[in-house]
């Protein structure tokens, strides 16, 4: 069974950081991108990722959003991949999911994921 499980969310306050944690399992992790989505309240799911990493060959992307903030690494023998977000705002408050793809896309789209966490909430406050 595959699963993709995310951890690590919770309360900060604004300019604190947080660690979040994806675990993979129930396929090889090694030939998959993993990306970081959130959504915000009140809206959807945002289509192209804050976040991606190839655990192929390590290639990452940022949002411009993110970038300088975020950081992703990964873990090749606990199949985990890591996101580690400092200097958090307000509007970085959101449901973070991780999800798999078997192909690396331009900008961390979605259309490549074969499969989706359930997530784990951000609250950032003033």
């Known amino acids: 069974e595959v699963q993709l499980v995310e951890s690590g969310g919770g309360l900060v306050q604004a300019g604190g950081s947080l660690r979040l944690s994806c675990a993979a399992s129930g396929f090889n992790f090694d030939d998959y991108t993993i990306g970081w989505f959130r959504q915000a309240p009140g809206k959807e799911r945002e289509g192209v990722g804050i976040?991606?990493?190839?655990?192929?060959?390590?290639?990452?992307y940022y949002a411009d959003s993110v970038k300088d903030r975020f950081n992703v690494t990964n873990d090749h023998a606990k199949n985990t991949v890591y996101l580690h977000m400092n200097g958090l705002k307000p509007e970085d408050g959101a449901v973070y999911y991780c999800?798999?793809?078997?192909?690396w896309g331009r900008g961390c789209p979605n259309e490549y994921v074969g499969y989706w966490g359930r997530g784990t909430q951000v609250t950032v406050s003033l």
């Open positions: 976040s991606c990493i190839s655990n192929v060959d390590d290639r990452i």
């Open positions: 999800a798999a793809a078997a192909v």
